[in-house]
């Protein structure tokens, strides 16, 4: 019987330290994921702003699959979808050609915003977030009523953040300017930018947020097309036009070249912006 008590015993032990593990986060690399959220919520008290500020494509369908406009309504969305929207026939949420939301872009086309033209000194004095990450899944859908593709990053390392800007089990999440989808046949397209659509999830993003979070938990970041930097597998880089133009940038040919640059221009604007060396480890001052 003592080989089976003790085996009993290293299986409970196992599994106390496979608990362990996964509550620090150090157990499988999907365990201490965060649930990418359908809904946010501003950081304003409820009494000023109780409508959310995000919304999930899905959340836009009823329990049949249908579109709920009630929730159009809520998000201020419903001008999305005017008398001529197409409709495809195609049922839930999906991802749609580029050549079926030109045809819809040609009558709607969203507000054009002041984009930042810094070059990366700017950026990074003038920076409420500055890291590396993954992008692990994206979701369309409402940002203040203007289509937007919300990225789940998986911060790989950061330079800098506010004491604001809080992760979620290690996440962030970008509203990426753009979104192109159908929800119950009816085509979304648009954003508060133009430019190319979200990239896929598995990309690499260098990030140099301008704003504040929108959201209560301090995880949402509203960022326009020159505050990221996509990063290829062979670790080339694609550069914003901003960027593109800025004489610092040469010589700059890959996320690690660039990762050494941020360090050096952060050390040298420690004693005007930061007020201790950024912490790589959870992105806060210490």
């Given at each position: 019987m003592a080989p089976i008590r003790r085996r009993k015993i290293g299986l409970a032990t196992t599994a106390l330290v496979a608990?362990?593990?996964i509550g620090c986060g150090l157990g499988h690399p999907g365990s201490a994921r965060a649930e990418t959220p359908a809904r946010f919520y501003s950081h304003l008290p409820p009494e000023d702003y109780s409508d959310p500020i995000w919304v999930a494509a899905t959340e836009l369908?009823?329990?049949?699959?249908?579109?709920?406009?009630?929730?159009?309504?809520?998000?201020?969305?419903?001008a999305w979808l005017p008398d001529l929207a197409?409709?495809?026939?195609q049922v839930g949420i999906q991802d749609?050609?580029?050549?079926?939301c030109s045809i819809w872009r040609s009558r709607n086309q969203s507000s054009p915003v002041q984009a930042p033209n810094d070059g990366l000194l700017?950026?990074?004095?003038?920076?409420?977030a500055v890291f590396e990450g993954t992008i692990i899944e994206r979701t369309p859908g409402f940002l203040f009523g203007i289509p937007a593709t919300l990225l789940t990053v998986k911060v790989t390392e950061s330079f800098w953040m506010d004491m604001e800007v809080k992760p979620s089990a290690g996440q962030l999440y970008l509203a990426y300017p753009q979104a192109s989808f159908s929800a119950d046949g009816w085509i979304i397209?648009?954003?508060?930018?133009?430019?190319?659509?979200a990239p896929p999830t598995g990309s690499k993003v260098v990030v140099l947020a301008q704003s504040p979070p929108n959201d209560r938990g301090g995880a949402l970041l509203q960022v326009s097309l020159e505050e990221m930097v996509f990063v290829a597998d062979d670790d080339s880089l694609t550069w914003p036009a901003n960027l593109a133009r800025d004489p610092a940038m040469?010589?700059?040919?890959?996320?690690?070249?660039?990762?050494?640059?941020?360090?050096?221009?952060?050390?040298?604007?420690?004693?005007?912006?930061?007020?201790s060396e950024p912490s790589v480890e959870n992105g806060k001052p210490q």
């Amino acid at each position: 019987m003592a080989p089976i008590r003790r085996r009993k015993i290293g299986l409970a032990t196992t599994a106390l330290v496979a608990i362990f593990l996964i509550g620090c986060g150090l157990g499988h690399p999907g365990s201490a994921r965060a649930e990418t959220p359908a809904r946010f919520y501003s950081h304003l008290p409820p009494e000023d702003y109780s409508d959310p500020i995000w919304v999930a494509a899905t959340e836009l369908l009823s329990g049949g699959g249908k579109l709920n406009w009630q929730v159009l309504d809520e998000v201020d969305a419903r001008a999305w979808l005017p008398d001529l929207a197409r409709r495809l026939g195609q049922v839930g949420i999906q991802d749609i050609a580029e050549e079926d939301c030109s045809i819809w872009r040609s009558r709607n086309q969203s507000s054009p915003v002041q984009a930042p033209n810094d070059g990366l000194l700017d950026l990074l004095k003038g920076a409420r977030a500055v890291f590396e990450g993954t992008i692990i899944e994206r979701t369309p859908g409402f940002l203040f009523g203007i289509p937007a593709t919300l990225l789940t990053v998986k911060v790989t390392e950061s330079f800098w953040m506010d004491m604001e800007v809080k992760p979620s089990a290690g996440q962030l999440y970008l509203a990426y300017p753009q979104a192109s989808f159908s929800a119950d046949g009816w085509i979304i397209c648009g954003g508060w930018q133009e430019g190319p659509p979200a990239p896929p999830t598995g990309s690499k993003v260098v990030v140099l947020a301008q704003s504040p979070p929108n959201d209560r938990g301090g995880a949402l970041l509203q960022v326009s097309l020159e505050e990221m930097v996509f990063v290829a597998d062979d670790d080339s880089l694609t550069w914003p036009a901003n960027l593109a133009r800025d004489p610092a940038m040469e010589g700059i040919l890959a996320a690690r070249d660039l990762a050494d640059r941020i360090r050096l221009e952060i050390g040298r604007l420690q004693p005007l912006k930061y007020s201790s060396e950024p912490s790589v480890e959870n992105g806060k001052p210490q």
